[in-house]
């Protein structure tokens, strides 16, 4: 994301007028869809769209589509369009179908934006929802949204008539920009930068809170680092519990992430330095011992409530429900022996459906 594309998303009085809101999957309202540039249309499968459709039904939509609210002259009722996330709202609306009585699918996290927009304007737009898709890594996402933050403090600093030397645009460093500029506001309030106006500017669907945590990770952590845990996928609250104790005790967080790294174990890294918060003369092997005792211990207790919960759903499924179910199976495959056909959405969705009772 550069300057550039943040002060333009400023600029356009359209862009700048954009809320969240939740829209229905269908009906008056439900948001409809032309070709997006990967251009799934209808050849997109539920079979094609199982990893998301599962992630959604766990813990919801988490970065909300892009819609375009398309304004009728005659006075009909506004339509919505969409300008980015269709697997997202096709990935909802089989949920709504076949999974009604799950909560996530009950409405499509949208943040609206009224039209008619321009192909630059909708260029800007997609590439800013960029920063908040779930495969951005922390320090990316960090890093993005500190440059950002230098941007909108840039305009303010210019409206106030606060000059900013060259040497400050020059500056790689998003850290280190953002501290030279914030040196030439100076006590100057008008020309603050908070994060709540930083992340409603961008539409971002994240707390102030969770911006500072992310910037605070990043700051305080040695670039290597940073990048080494991008790509092993490390989590924020694992970052953070780094820092945490990298404040008192340098080398022993980084002695434990050096020690998980070649254990090839990273997701023992949060319990190793929470155990090595204790004990001052606690190794780095010592902590991931203790670690692996916490996980093995955790996975046991996990296994034992898994099969406790199975147990409980077996003896509670209603057995003239499985009966209809597989009367209904057999009639259906006695009339695609006989030659019908099923269309592609509805061969795919059997296919899910089986797939998940299967692993249920």
Not at 53 to 58: E, H, K, L
Not at 175 to 199: H, K, N, Q, Y
């Amino acid at each position: 994301m550069t300057d550039d594309v943040v002060e333009q998303l400023r600029l356009s009085p359209r862009l700048r007028q954009r809320r969240f809101a939740l829209l229905p999957l269908r009906g008056e309202g439900s948001p409809f869809t032309d070709l997006q540039g990967r251009q799934p249309g209808d050849s997109t499968t539920p079979a094609d769209l199982a990893d998301l459709i599962s992630s959604i039904s766990t813990v919801g939509v988490l970065q909300p589509v892009l819609v375009e609210e398309v304004i009728y002259p005659d006075g009909r009722p506004p339509a919505m369009r969409l300008a980015a996330g269709e697997r997202r709202l096709r990935a909802c609306r089989w949920g709504a179908v076949h999974l009604p009585d799950n909560p996530h699918f009950a409405e499509l996290p949208a943040v609206v934006c009224p039209g008619p927009l321009s192909d630059e304007e909708r260029r800007i737009w997609q590439l800013v929802e960029n920063l908040a898709r779930e495969n951005l890594r922390p320090g990316e996402l960090a890093a993005a949204l500190v440059l950002d933050r230098c941007a909108v403090l840039l305009g303010k600093l210019l409206a106030g008539g606060h000059a900013v030397p060259d040497d400050v645009y020059a500056i790689d460093d998003p850290m280190a920009r953002f501290a030279a500029m914030e040196r030439i506001r100076g006590t100057d309030t008008t020309c603050a930068a908070p994060w709540s106006e930083v992340l409603t500017r961008l539409g971002l669907q994240l707390s102030p809170r969770k911006a500072r945590e992310l910037v605070r990770a990043f700051a305080e952590m040695p670039r290597e680092i940073s990048e080494e845990m991008d790509e092993a996928k490390i989590s924020l609250h694992a970052r953070i519990r780094f820092v945490e104790l990298r404040q008192g005790r340098a080398q022993a967080a980084e002695d434990i992430w050096t020690a998980v790294k070649n254990t090839g174990r990273v997701q023992l890294l949060t319990s190793a330095l929470a155990a090595a918060a204790g004990p001052t003369d606690l190794t780095a092997e010592k902590a991931i011992a203790a670690a692996e005792r916490v996980h093995d211990d955790a996975n046991a207790a996990r296994a034992e409530k898994l099969k406790a919960d199975n147990e409980v759903a077996s003896a509670a499924v209603d057995e003239q429900l499985v009966r209809k179910a597989l009367t209904s199976l057999r009639l259906l495959l006695q009339a695609v022996l006989a030659g019908g056909e099923l269309n592609e959405h509805d061969r795919a969705s059997l296919c899910l459906l089986c797939d998940q009772l299967t692993a249920a």
